[in-house]
């Protein structure tokens, strides 16, 4: 019929934060003002693209957008970093979603960022020390080159642990060293948040159950509508089965079954190589004159 | 008519409807039952007696003036049968698919007594195609009222309460969280059954008597419902969010990867396209033997999915006989048609897995059926030493939905014990001016169910409004401006239907 075309979302601003990783920030003004940390929305590039789960990074209601960070692993994400630039649009954002961040009654909290989950905590660290509570950061790379936010990061927090695997920027080691640092020197930590890699997340878990400390995790298993119909994002936690778009994403670390969540991350492992793999292929130069 | 009609007289079996061959059918999306021509729907409406006790009438949850609209037919006056339908039902090219007619008007109809009764959903089909390819669409304007009404969810209830009250002069605005309109038509019932193009159709028509669609938008998480009444300006809210979280077994092994609701495979399917990856982004895997626990219509359509995408063997497994079934008759007969086999009296208690974590087997025991349960239907009972292991690498849990928690977490609505939303006689909700009908109040329920809820509400928001009266005002004004912001820099993304 004569819809006129809809542009969709329009990408604002772009970083790139490595190789592999991007930052986009969206105009959305209605969505930055509902936006609360712990919160994810939906992006979907184009039409024929998937549905996106990206935790909100940031959302900045003065200027009416909100930030997402991306890593590039599949195809989706990989065309996105290839297509999507400043001034792009986007097919599709919906959110946010899920339930926001517990902020209130912590007053000492270690936010721990491993990699990309250096851009989830963030927010939540900041409003954690908005709402007047002692914050120590701990983020983790595996090495300096890879760093993103340490400035930005750091201004909202008390205390700042740099952490990368192989030494080349702050402590060596992983996060976990970071928070045996806070735990050392803070006998009353009221709260850990930890996000990042499923493995990570566990680490940070299995670090803080005997101590007795309150940890938090954001989980980002797949799921397809993000709005509790679909049931793929289904986790364990303390032996319920929970949706982790509706009743999550953040769930209580010491109850989380890790490995049915890394189990079932590999869902569609096999279809999304092959994906992975047809798409770099068809990027490669064409050797014969085909026009598909 | 010159000669009377009488049971003797007309043809004694109901017009076939053309279906696409099974053996075409394996690994195509296109529609199966091909519709009625002309001759048919002049040669079905003849078997309609225009009997005086139009149990039909009764029979349709919206209460269509059925034996009115054949009679048109029968004069071949499409355009008279179609207004006749379109008085009371918006979608009969919808509603003529997916309505289970046995059970509602066809169930009751007079001719049936005796015959096969008059093949009612087939004609109305027949005039709601018809009503599609010429254009026709049947608006009754009252004039404008000035009120601004909100709609949460783009689903057969949805729409059938904002085209009522469009037709009742109210501005009105259809709020969708996905990224195209039509709810359950659009994700869930597959193309095969309800072509895209005929919820495309159905909602343009819609959107050109003026409602507004406004997809990507999670109401309860992008704002409130109480701010929906309060600081958005709208008169009243319709709540039509429709099912919920998928119901699961609580058996062991459902958390294993081949393990997926009917939702996600037919969402993934239908309105994310996986059918067609990798054109498409989102990936579905299938495998070769897959079983579906359930026997309603969503595992019906679970199942004629997944032998088009190339299952070997698709096995439907149901802890009741085939009697209880809740499918539509026509759905469990195409299913047996493409080759689905059934499992009936068949209960899983766990689903085993191979190495790799994905599934391997499903263990079920034989049930018998016993005395009469609370719903009325004999109660399964588990045949003792009847285990057996049934081999498949996925399965579909297709057993149902929970409510969704969404609008309860981010308002003041109150539930009803289960979760849904509670509603007095009206659909008035605990909430001033706020409505809600259709699966999200009384759980997984039909098409026209859901349409004739959203009717009802219609009504009362009307009532509710003091609608009657002829207030004039600009319909545009209240509702527009939404946080201060004017509709263009929302980032609303405008709904798509071509």
Redesign the interface.
Same mark, same amino acid.
């Given at each position: 019929?004569?819809?006129?075309v809809?542009p969709? @979302?329009r990408v604002v601003r772009r970083e790139d934060l490595s190789a592999s990783a991007y930052l986009l920030e969206i105009?959305?003004?209605?969505?930055a003002?509902?936006a609360r940390p712990g919160?994810f929305v939906m992006v979907?590039s184009r039409?024929?693209?998937?549905?996106v789960p990206l935790t909100i990074a940031d959302f900045d209601r003065e200027a009416?957008t909100i930030t997402v960070v991306v890593q590039a692993a599949g195809?989706?994400t990989k065309q996105m970093q290839r297509d999507v630039r400043e001034g792009s649009y986007l097919?599709?954002?919906?959110?946010?979603?899920g339930?926001p961040s517990r902020i209130d009654g912590v007053r000492k909290v270690v936010c721990v960022g491993g990699g990309l989950g250096v851009a989830p905590v963030y927010p939540q660290a900041r409003a954690f020390k908005e709402n007047g509570a002692y914050v120590i950061g701990v983020i983790g790379f595996r090495s300096s080159e890879l760093v993103f936010w340490e400035d930005r990061f750091r201004s909202v927090c008390d205390e700042f642990i740099v952490c990368s695997d192989d030494g080349s920027i702050g402590i060596k080691g992983l996060v976990t060293e970071g928070i045996k640092q806070a735990t050392a020197r803070h006998a009353d930590i009221d709260e850990v948040v930890a996000i990042g890699p499923p493995v990570m997340m566990r680490s940070c878990a299995e670090l803080t159950r005997p101590l007795g400390i309150r940890t938090v995790v954001s989980l980002n298993p797949i799921m397809?509508?993000g709005?509790?119909?679909?049931?793929?994002c289904?986790v364990?936690i303390g032996g319920r089965?929970l @949706?982790a778009c509706?009743?999550g994403p953040e769930f209580d670390a010491h109850q989380v079954d890790f490995d049915?969540l890394i189990?079932?991350l590999?869902? @569609?492992k096999?279809?999304?190589q092959?994906?992975l793999e047809?798409?770099e292929r068809s990027l490669a130069p064409a050797v014969t004159g085909t026009t598909g | 008519m010159a000669t009377k009609r009488t049971i003797r007289t007309i043809p004694r079996e109901r017009t076939p409807m053309t279906e696409r061959p099974v053996a075409d059918r394996a690994r195509t999306f296109d529609e199966v039952a091909c519709g009625y021509s002309l001759a048919d729907a002049l040669r079905e409406s003849d078997r309609c007696l225009r009997c005086p006790d139009r149990a039909c009438v009764r029979g349709c949850p919206v209460g269509i003036d059925i034996p009115g609209f054949i009679e048109r037919l029968g004069e071949k006056d499409v355009r008279g049968a179609y207004d006749v339908i379109a008085a009371t039902s918006l979608l009969p090219a919808v509603c003529g698919r997916v309505c289970p007619q046995e059970t509602q008007c066809e169930g009751v109809c007079t001719v049936g007594d005796t015959l096969e009764p008059v093949a009612i959903g087939r004609l109305e089909r027949f005039v709601g195609d018809m009503a599609i390819a010429e254009g026709w669409s049947s608006a009754s304007w009252t004039g404008p009222s000035g009120f601004a009404v909100a709609i949460v969810g783009s689903g057969p209830a949805g729409i059938a309460c904002a085209a009522d009250l469009a037709k009742a002069g109210c501005s009105v605005t259809v709020f969708e969280?996905?990224?195209q309109p039509g709810g359950v038509l659009r994700?869930g019932i597959p193309d095969f059954r309800l072509p895209n193009e005929v919820v495309?159709a159905e909602i343009?028509k819609l959107?050109r008597l003026g409602i507004r669609f406004r997809?990507?938008?999670?109401v309860g998480?992008?704002?409130t419902i109480e701010q929906l009444i309060g600081e958005m300006g709208f008169a009243a809210v319709f709540i039509a969010t429709g099912?919920?979280?998928?119901a699961?077994m609580?058996i062991p092994g459902?958390?294993?990867?081949g393990v997926?609701?009917a939702?996600?495979l037919l969402?993934?399917a239908n309105l994310?396209?996986a059918r067609d990856?990798?054109?498409?982004?989102?990936?579905?895997?299938i495998g070769r033997r897959v079983a579906v626990i359930g026997a309603g219509n969503t595992a019906m359509d679970a199942m004629r999915v997944c032998v088009r995408l190339g299952a070997e063997e698709v096995t439907c497994l149901y802890r009741r006989s085939r009697a209880e079934a809740p499918a539509r008759a026509e759905e469990l007969h195409h299913a047996e048609q493409e080759g689905v086999g059934f499992e009936w009296l068949t209960d899983p208690v766990e689903i085993l897995p191979d190495d790799q974590?994905s599934v391997r087997a499903i263990r079920c025991r034989r049930m018998q059926l016993g005395e009469p349960d609370a719903s009325g239907r004999r109660r399964p009972l588990p045949v003792e030493g009847s285990e057996v292991e049934l081999g498949c690498d996925t399965v579909v849990v297709a057993i149902g939905t929970n409510a969704?928690?969404?609008l309860g977490?981010t308002s003041t609505l109150a539930l009803d014990e289960r979760g849904y939303i509670a509603v007095d006689e009206d659909l008035a909700t605990s909430i001033d001016g706020v409505f809600a009908g259709g699966d999200i109040v009384t759980g997984a329920a039909t098409v026209i169910e859901a349409m004739g809820a959203g009717r009802r509400a219609a009504r009362s928001i009307a009532r509710y409004l003091g609608l009657g009266g002829a207030r004039r005002a600009d319909p545009d004004v209240r509702g527009e401006m939404?946080?201060g912001?004017a509709g263009d820099?929302?980032?609303y993304?405008?709904?798509?239907?071509?």
């Amino acid at each position: 019929m004569t819809s006129s075309v809809d542009p969709g @979302f329009r990408v604002v601003r772009r970083e790139d934060l490595s190789a592999s990783a991007y930052l986009l920030e969206i105009a959305h003004p209605q969505l930055a003002r509902a936006a609360r940390p712990g919160q994810f929305v939906m992006v979907m590039s184009r039409p024929e693209g998937e549905r996106v789960p990206l935790t909100i990074a940031d959302f900045d209601r003065e200027a009416g957008t909100i930030t997402v960070v991306v890593q590039a692993a599949g195809k989706t994400t990989k065309q996105m970093q290839r297509d999507v630039r400043e001034g792009s649009y986007l097919h599709a954002v919906v959110g946010p979603m899920g339930e926001p961040s517990r902020i209130d009654g912590v007053r000492k909290v270690v936010c721990v960022g491993g990699g990309l989950g250096v851009a989830p905590v963030y927010p939540q660290a900041r409003a954690f020390k908005e709402n007047g509570a002692y914050v120590i950061g701990v983020i983790g790379f595996r090495s300096s080159e890879l760093v993103f936010w340490e400035d930005r990061f750091r201004s909202v927090c008390d205390e700042f642990i740099v952490c990368s695997d192989d030494g080349s920027i702050g402590i060596k080691g992983l996060v976990t060293e970071g928070i045996k640092q806070a735990t050392a020197r803070h006998a009353d930590i009221d709260e850990v948040v930890a996000i990042g890699p499923p493995v990570m997340m566990r680490s940070c878990a299995e670090l803080t159950r005997p101590l007795g400390i309150r940890t938090v995790v954001s989980l980002n298993p797949i799921m397809v509508d993000g709005t509790g119909m679909c049931g793929g994002c289904r986790v364990k936690i303390g032996g319920r089965t929970l @949706f982790a778009c509706v009743d999550g994403p953040e769930f209580d670390a010491h109850q989380v079954d890790f490995d049915d969540l890394i189990s079932r991350l590999r869902r @569609f492992k096999a279809e999304e190589q092959a994906a992975l793999e047809r798409w770099e292929r068809s990027l490669a130069p064409a050797v014969t004159g085909t026009t598909g | 008519m010159a000669t009377k009609r009488t049971i003797r007289t007309i043809p004694r079996e109901r017009t076939p409807m053309t279906e696409r061959p099974v053996a075409d059918r394996a690994r195509t999306f296109d529609e199966v039952a091909c519709g009625y021509s002309l001759a048919d729907a002049l040669r079905e409406s003849d078997r309609c007696l225009r009997c005086p006790d139009r149990a039909c009438v009764r029979g349709c949850p919206v209460g269509i003036d059925i034996p009115g609209f054949i009679e048109r037919l029968g004069e071949k006056d499409v355009r008279g049968a179609y207004d006749v339908i379109a008085a009371t039902s918006l979608l009969p090219a919808v509603c003529g698919r997916v309505c289970p007619q046995e059970t509602q008007c066809e169930g009751v109809c007079t001719v049936g007594d005796t015959l096969e009764p008059v093949a009612i959903g087939r004609l109305e089909r027949f005039v709601g195609d018809m009503a599609i390819a010429e254009g026709w669409s049947s608006a009754s304007w009252t004039g404008p009222s000035g009120f601004a009404v909100a709609i949460v969810g783009s689903g057969p209830a949805g729409i059938a309460c904002a085209a009522d009250l469009a037709k009742a002069g109210c501005s009105v605005t259809v709020f969708e969280a996905f990224q195209q309109p039509g709810g359950v038509l659009r994700y869930g019932i597959p193309d095969f059954r309800l072509p895209n193009e005929v919820v495309d159709a159905e909602i343009d028509k819609l959107a050109r008597l003026g409602i507004r669609f406004r997809c990507n938008t999670l109401v309860g998480r992008l704002f409130t419902i109480e701010q929906l009444i309060g600081e958005m300006g709208f008169a009243a809210v319709f709540i039509a969010t429709g099912a919920g979280t998928p119901a699961f077994m609580g058996i062991p092994g459902e958390s294993l990867s081949g393990v997926l609701s009917a939702n996600e495979l037919l969402t993934r399917a239908n309105l994310m396209r996986a059918r067609d990856f990798p054109a498409y982004d989102t990936p579905m895997r299938i495998g070769r033997r897959v079983a579906v626990i359930g026997a309603g219509n969503t595992a019906m359509d679970a199942m004629r999915v997944c032998v088009r995408l190339g299952a070997e063997e698709v096995t439907c497994l149901y802890r009741r006989s085939r009697a209880e079934a809740p499918a539509r008759a026509e759905e469990l007969h195409h299913a047996e048609q493409e080759g689905v086999g059934f499992e009936w009296l068949t209960d899983p208690v766990e689903i085993l897995p191979d190495d790799q974590g994905s599934v391997r087997a499903i263990r079920c025991r034989r049930m018998q059926l016993g005395e009469p349960d609370a719903s009325g239907r004999r109660r399964p009972l588990p045949v003792e030493g009847s285990e057996v292991e049934l081999g498949c690498d996925t399965v579909v849990v297709a057993i149902g939905t929970n409510a969704n928690p969404i609008l309860g977490q981010t308002s003041t609505l109150a539930l009803d014990e289960r979760g849904y939303i509670a509603v007095d006689e009206d659909l008035a909700t605990s909430i001033d001016g706020v409505f809600a009908g259709g699966d999200i109040v009384t759980g997984a329920a039909t098409v026209i169910e859901a349409m004739g809820a959203g009717r009802r509400a219609a009504r009362s928001i009307a009532r509710y409004l003091g609608l009657g009266g002829a207030r004039r005002a600009d319909p545009d004004v209240r509702g527009e401006m939404l946080f201060g912001l004017a509709g263009d820099q929302r980032g609303y993304a405008r709904v798509r239907v071509a």
